[in-house]
């Protein structure tokens, strides 16, 4: 059974530090999705990571994809207040070939400042 | 465009009612998924149809709920016998199967409550 973990589960920052939430998972996939939810809200798509090697960057957040270690990182620059929400990632399990995301467990970004 | 939509936004019901929720695609998206989210846990799949037919259903908890999608675009979730464990967000997802990346889309959400 696939498994999504992610690392921290809640992560306290103050503005204008970096810092790197880590997203394993247990089996193999090529492609890996990161979102972004509000409080209240539903998820918001950040980036689609489609290859091993695979780096996109929108403003602070930067997401890469090792999917030789399973691993996928989403790397917050210089935070802001803005970006406090919970991030999940998400997989669908053997590289794409069924239909059902499973996601990580969340990591709640709390950007003080 | 218009994105994925659900409603109603919020129900609350009693134990053992039956409840209905509906989600209206992204227009010209094939695929539609159900998932649920609990309090602090990440969506959890339920179930995907391709077109009109339910291609994978293997996350419905029990035969309690059932999910239609009859002319391959608006879907309805319905849930039979509500129990107070039922209590979640049931978010609905849309994506342009075969086509790229196959990114899901997500649609605001129905919080249901069961009291």
């Known amino acids: 059974e696939l498994k999504v973990e992610q690392n921290p589960l809640f992560l306290s920052m103050q503005e204008g530090k970096n810092y790197t939430i880590y997203c394993n998972y247990s089996?193999?996939?090529?492609?890996l999705y990161w979102y972004r939810q509000d409080p209240g809200k539903s998820l918001e798509s950040l980036f689609v990571?489609?290859?091993?090697?695979a780096v996109k960057q929108e403003g602070r957040l930067m997401a890469s994809l090792d999917t030789k270690a399973r691993l996928s990182t989403l790397h917050i620059t210089a935070a802001v207040h803005d970006l406090s929400a919970t991030y999940f990632c998400?997989?669908?399990?053997?590289?794409?070939?069924?239909?059902?995301?499973?996601f990580g467990t969340g990591t709640l970004l709390a950007v003080q400042p | 465009g218009a994105g994925v939509s659900q409603t109603p936004s919020n129900k609350v019901t009693e134990k053992g009612k039956y409840v209905e929720l509906r989600c209206d695609p992204i227009s010209g998206h094939t695929a539609l998924y159900w998932y649920r989210q609990s309090l602090g846990q990440g969506p959890e799949f339920l179930i995907y149809f391709q077109g009109t037919g339910a291609a994978d259903d293997s996350g419905l908890p029990n035969d309690r709920f059932f999910a239609v999608r009859p002319e391959g675009s608006v879907s309805t979730l319905k849930i039979q016998r509500t129990e107070r464990g039922d209590s979640a967000v049931y978010l609905c997802a849309s994506s342009a199967r075969g086509q790229g990346s196959n990114e899901q889309f997500f649609g605001p959400g129905t919080r249901l409550t069961v009291l």
């Open positions: 089996t193999t996939s090529d492609r």
């Open positions: 998400a997989v669908y399990p053997y590289g794409g070939a069924t239909n059902k995301l499973i």
């Open positions: 990571l489609l290859s091993n090697g």
